[in-house]
């Protein structure tokens, strides 16, 4: 079975402090995705990677940037939290075949104060 | 952006009941996908279908799409206390650079 992991299922920052959020997955895939999802607006995408060291912006990227060193990791990093990206994150990864489903990590939920 | 519209928002039934929820899209797609969530938790896949096909089961999943009226229906049949969570549509479509664009989902509860 494919796993998709985050690091941390609740996160709790201050206003202008650097997240990290980390997303491992186990199957080889070349595509990972990040998204947030907020009560009354679904999931939206932030960011994704078609391969390691791609990236591409996603529908709502403004306040985040990734990174992707190595094929199973792909991380979200926002620069200085602030309280309107407290959220529910959720990561993803897919085969390189651009209409697979997608494998989704447990999600990190993220408050900023 | 999001293009798929799903009703209800909402649905409650008792357990053994069926259950549909029905999803709406605008543009051409190569498939529509289902997931479901539970509270608090990530996205399961559940079932994916082409558009060149016009049902599909698994399990107690059907699945329908109709690429006419850009509409897709999901219904679970015998529903159990276990199913209640959130179910959500998903389209990967042929302009949408690889991404797939979600519906805003359907909360179901069962109750037992």
């Known amino acids: 079975d494919v796993k998709v992991t985050q690091s941390s299922r609740y996160l709790v920052k201050r206003t202008g402090e650097k997240v990290f959020l980390e997303c491992v997955q186990d199957?080889?895939?070349?595509?990972m995705f990040w998204y947030r999802q907020d009560p009354g607006l679904g999931l939206r995408l932030i960011y994704f990677?078609?391969?390691?060291?791609?990236?591409e912006k996603g529908d709502i990227p403004e306040g985040y940037s990734v990174s992707r060193e190595k094929k199973e990791r792909f991380s979200l990093i926002l620069e200085s939290a602030s309280t309107n990206q407290t959220s529910m994150y959720l990561c993803?990864?897919?085969?390189?075949?651009?209409?697979?489903?997608?494998?989704f990590g447990p999600g990190t939920r993220l408050t900023v104060l | 952006s999001q293009q798929g519209e799903e009703d209800p928002q909402a649905l409650s039934i008792q357990e053994g009941e069926n259950a549909t929820m029905n999803c709406s899209y605008k543009t051409s797609i190569n498939n529509l996908q289902w997931y479901r969530q539970n509270s608090g938790r990530g996205l399961v896949h559940l079932i994916l279908i082409r558009s060149n096909e016009r049902e599909k089961h698994s399990g107690r999943l059907r699945v329908t799409l109709d690429t006419s009226k850009k509409s897709s229906s999901l219904l679970i049949t015998a529903s159990r206390a276990a199913d209640t969570a959130s179910y959500f549509c998903a389209t990967a479509g042929y302009n949408q650079g690889g991404k797939l664009i979600f519906g805003q989902g359907t909360e179901l509860s069962v109750k037992p």
């Open positions: 990677s078609y391969d390691v060291k791609m990236k």
């Open positions: 199957m080889d895939h070349e595509n």
């Open positions: 993803a990864s897919r085969t390189g075949t651009p209409y697979n489903e997608q494998f």
